[in-house]
């Protein structure tokens, strides 16, 4: 089945500078890569997908890139600011193969300091 | 708000025992996912029905069932509860059968098992 590693664990960044969360998988037939924010106690909020005919994709503050011969996926959030302070799962699946649910990553606690 | 409902919120219980955890999808959903979230598990993917009928499997228990009724809500239950099912459950609905369109997760159950 899929594997998905996902780091770092912890990320801290001041206010207004970037961050960037890594995710590799295993499944090479995975075309559906979305990235959840979960803050402490909440649902896990889609924030961001990309699907495996797209090299890149942005919204606002939030890009997500893809490099499907390395398998590996990553978020890139600019201008930091508090409320970005969540933990951060990337996943993966494939929804050519059959059917599956996703395959999430351990989580990434990002911390916006002031 | 995802416009996933589910109850009850909390759920204290004794082990050995059984539990059952509603979910109601966002309207014009057909697919319901469930998930167990614990520290040690990460986020994993249990089981997905759509349209009434199960479509996938992932790392559920024998121990554990679920099903989806007429009216698109969905029930999973868990039975013979151990200390080490205490976790969130969480569903999440999208509107199509294959795990490429957007899920949208609901706030969660809580599960203690004493």
């Known amino acids: 089945g899929e594997n998905v590693e996902q780091h770092p664990s912890t990320l801290s960044v001041q206010e207004g500078d970037s961050a960037v969360i890594k995710c590799t998988y295993s499944?090479?037939?995975?075309?559906?890569f979305p990235w959840y924010k979960q803050e402490l106690g909440k649902r896990p909020q889609l924030i961001i997908d990309?699907?495996?005919?797209?090299g890149e994709k942005k919204d606002q503050r939030i890009a997500v890139t893809l490099n499907k011969t390395a398998k590996h996926f990553s978020l890139h959030i600019t201008e930091t600011q508090p409320e970005d302070s969540a933990v951060y799962f990337c996943?993966?699946?494939?929804?050519?193969?059959?059917?599956?649910?996703?395959?999430f990553g351990k989580g990434t606690h990002l911390i916006i300091q002031p | 708000d995802s416009g996933v409902t589910q109850t009850p919120k909390h759920l204290i219980t004794a082990t050995g025992q059984r539990v059952t955890l509603r979910c109601s999808p966002r309207?014009?959903?057909?697919?319901v996912y469930w998930y167990q979230q614990s520290l040690d598990q990460g986020l994993q993917f249990l089981i997905q029905?759509?349209?009434?009928?199960?479509?996938a499997k992932g790392n559920i228990l024998e121990r554990f069932s679920a099903q989806q009724f007429p009216d698109l809500h969905s029930e999973l239950n868990l039975s013979s509860l151990e200390l080490g099912d205490s976790a969130l459950y969480f569903c999440?609905?999208?509107?199509?059968?294959?795990?490429?369109?957007?899920?949208?997760f609901g706030p969660g159950t809580r599960l203690t098992v004493t």
């Open positions: 999440a609905s999208s509107v199509g059968a294959n795990s490429d369109y957007e899920q949208y």
């Open positions: 499944d090479s037939a995975s075309n559906y």
């Open positions: 990309i699907r495996s005919n797209v």
């Open positions: 996943a993966a699946s494939n929804s050519g193969g059959g059917a599956d649910g996703l395959t």
């Open positions: 309207s014009g959903d057909l697919s």
């Open positions: 029905y759509y349209n009434g009928e199960e479509r």
